[in-house]
């Protein structure tokens, strides 16, 4: 009763054990316990420890019906400071490492030129950090100065420039994307459907916006008119 378990599993332990004579009283215990569990309380153990622990986790069976749009839910919203990206070849490590430790995004666009807003690829903060660090460590000629690129060939840099760093290796040169005009409800059922942690949002071409897994719950439990900031994710 406490974990609403189903009927159905009173079959699966009859054809493991073949004990025909008991399946009738087990069907009738897991029934009734049922009952009377969801006439106490509305969720079982699981959902609630889902709830408690403030898992992200999009449930596959409740429908989203709503007629809002990738640009409704996507950051930054209209008066933010504009999305924290990685140009591809003209950052240096420092520029990074600030990026780094101003922000605690999981993760950052790489784009072609701040100008441009051109998307290049995703690269994971995680990532970033271990390999500056290794870098820094093991790699000759690796100072704050030195310019990091995620190109196939370095760019073209005075002789006198301190050695480059070269982290291609480390981008996901094709995170998901949809258009600002995707309707959420197809980004919902991306994010289920792919079990994805963050999509970029796009519109002809220019990086406009990201959503996270928690930016899609944070929309749905305001549309259903909870309060978004009550749900607490660890
Ligand atoms: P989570 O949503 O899982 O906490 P993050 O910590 O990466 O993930 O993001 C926190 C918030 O900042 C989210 O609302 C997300 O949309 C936004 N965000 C994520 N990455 C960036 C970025 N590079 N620039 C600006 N905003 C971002």
Not at 21 to 36: C, D, F, G, N
Not at 73 to 87: A, K, Q
Not at 125 to 139: P, T, V, Y
Not at 166 to 188: A, G, H, N, W, Y
Request: charged fraction near 20%; glycine fraction near 6%.
């Amino acid at each position: 009763g406490v974990t609403r378990m189903t009927v159905s599993l009173v079959v699966i332990m009859f054809e493991l054990t073949g004990g025909l004579e008991y399946i009738v009283p087990l069907m009738a215990a897991a029934m009734t316990s049922k009952w009377v569990a969801d006439a106490i309380g509305r969720e079982g153990i699981y959902d609630a420890h889902i709830r408690l622990n403030g898992y992200p986790f999009l449930e596959a069976k409740e429908e989203f019906s709503h007629k809002t749009l990738a640009m409704d839910v996507m950051r930054p919203r209209r008066n933010d400071p504009p999305l924290t990206v990685i140009t591809q070849d003209s950052m240096s490590v420092e520029d990074v490492e600030t990026i780094i430790s101003e922000t605690t995004y999981s993760g950052y666009p790489v784009v072609v030129s701040r100008e441009s807003q051109r998307l290049v690829g995703f690269v994971l903060r995680r990532d970033l950090i271990i390999s500056i660090e290794n870098a820094r460590k093991k790699q000759d000629g690796i100072v704050s100065t030195s310019i990091i690129y995620f190109t196939d060939h370095s760019p073209p840099l005075p002789p006198s420039a301190p050695s480059m760093l070269k982290l291609r290796s480390i981008l996901d040169l094709s995170p998901f994307t949809v258009t600002d005009q995707t309707p959420m409800e197809i980004v919902v059922d991306i994010f289920r459907k792919l079990g994805l942690r963050q999509c970029l949002v796009t519109h002809n071409g220019k990086l406009l916006g990201i959503i996270t897994k928690k930016d899609v719950l944070k929309h749905i439990a305001q549309l259903a008119n909870q309060d978004p900031d009550s749900i607490l994710f660890n």
